[in-house]
């Protein structure tokens, strides 16, 4: 997949991609049913394939087959056209391809199931979304702490649909380019509900690792009631010096 070996001659890495990940149960809970996903492959300046990883934070409702179910074709159709060494230009429609196919699963297999999500492949410094339902993606850095995902929730009046598990699915998806001062978040609603954004954009910014920064904020979200599961990742590149 990847060589990330040492050699006698001095690797290149274009771009480094690093994240932080951790899920909790939360104060109330007596169960988790939100699930999280990483997968993160390297390469150095002699591989042909590009760095990549796939990140999903998925929010279960009604059993944990729910949660679980996007990251399955989430990888079913992304890894294929990822490890061909290219990088495909249709993986919006593949993100989209994947969450309607879940959906369905989802429908026939658990019809009183459902689940939120947001995913994200990241491919060099480029970032796909794809998301549906309160399950928010975040671009954090000092000047901003911008949400990126629509909240899918009708009592906000927006017109769509909430979940996976729910017929006439639309999930959203977006691309945007990450900068070396940036932060990618994804998290469930157990953190951006308990945790006002000006507190997560001060936690993420100086925290010394991506890792860091989501063991501080599950901390926050557990120490403001943890009410909810909660379940973080943060993404980060770096351009590295050749």
Known sequence: MSNCGQSGRRQIVPQKISYGVRTDIGKVRTTNQDAVFSLLTCCDSFSKHPAFGIFIVADGMGGALACQIIPAYIQKKLLPALLTGKTPENIPDLIHEAFQQANTSLLAETPDSETTAAAAVVVGSTVYLGSVGDTGAFLVSHERCERLTCIHDLQQGVPSYPALGTDNLI????????????????????????????????????ASTPQVACDALVNLANTNGGSDNVSVIIVKVDEEAG
């Open 171 to 206: 999930p959203d998806t977006m691309v945007i380019h990450l900068k070396r001062h940036e932060r990618l978040l994804l998290c469930s609603d157990g953190l951006w509900k308990l945790v006002p954004e000006a507190a997560i954009q001060h936690t993420v910014t100086r």
